[in-house]
């Protein structure tokens, strides 16, 4: 993978982003490199139209072709994914529609590969021996709270800070394990959990 962020400069690239197929493509092509023959079974989507997306994916270079090679009188084409994430410039800004799209079905996407990550998890992952959530090896939390944007970004870029603190963390050692983390962070319209905390506040 040549880098960790790709900033989408074009609006091809971002239209590309907007179809819920590609972005499934696109995660697994992060996650490792695949050929159109792997991905149609693992996406249960004929080979064909999968290779219709790669082209597209690749005309728009967001993914790019690792090795070729001759199996069975046929060319096998590995691609991978040129970045970690994706992020439309500030150009692209007027086509807000087309971006809150794309962006929601990456979001989308991401959280369906979260889901299946859980499920594939050993049992003890979410096993804890403490009471106090300070003392354990997982995060599990759901969290609600009315602020500015100027203080919300702020907090942010704490948590990417972190983020990168863990990332430089890594330990190779015998001792060592896999973990995973996702985050998701976005404005809402109006909280679900509202009705509780009115209860609260009638009963504090």
């Not at 239209?15 to 493509?25: H, N």
């Not at 967001?62 to 410039?89: C, D, G, H, Q, W």
């Not at 403490?130 to 970004?153: C, G, I, M, Y």
């Amino acid at each position: 993978m040549k880098q960790s962020v790709l900033i989408l400069t074009q609006l091809e690239q971002l239209k590309a982003l907007s179809d819920p197929l590609r972005v499934k493509i696109l995660h697994l092509l992060i996650e490792n490199s695949y050929s159109g023959q792997q991905l149609s079974q693992l996406l249960d989507v004929p080979r064909q139209k999968i290779h219709y997306h790669l082209k597209d994916l690749e005309k728009n270079n967001l993914i790019y072709l690792v090795s070729e090679s001759k199996k069975r009188n046929m060319t096998e084409k590995l691609y991978r994914a040129v970045a970690r994430s994706f992020i439309p410039a500030k150009d692209l800004l007027p086509y807000q529609t087309i971006q809150g799209e794309s962006g929601k079905i990456m979001t989308l996407t991401a959280i369906d590969r979260t889901k299946e990550r859980a499920l594939e998890a050993p049992d003890d992952a979410f096993i804890t021996d403490s009471e106090d959530p300070k003392e354990w090896d997982k995060v599990a939390s759901q969290l609600e709270v009315q602020t500015t944007e100027e203080k919300f970004r702020h907090w942010v870029t704490k948590y990417q800070a972190l983020l990168e603190e863990l990332q430089e963390m890594t330990d190779k050692g015998e001792n060592s394990k896999w973990y995973y983390v996702s985050t998701f962070g976005f404005q809402m319209k109006a909280p679900f959990f509202k009705a509780n905390e009115d209860e609260e506040d009638e009963h504090g």
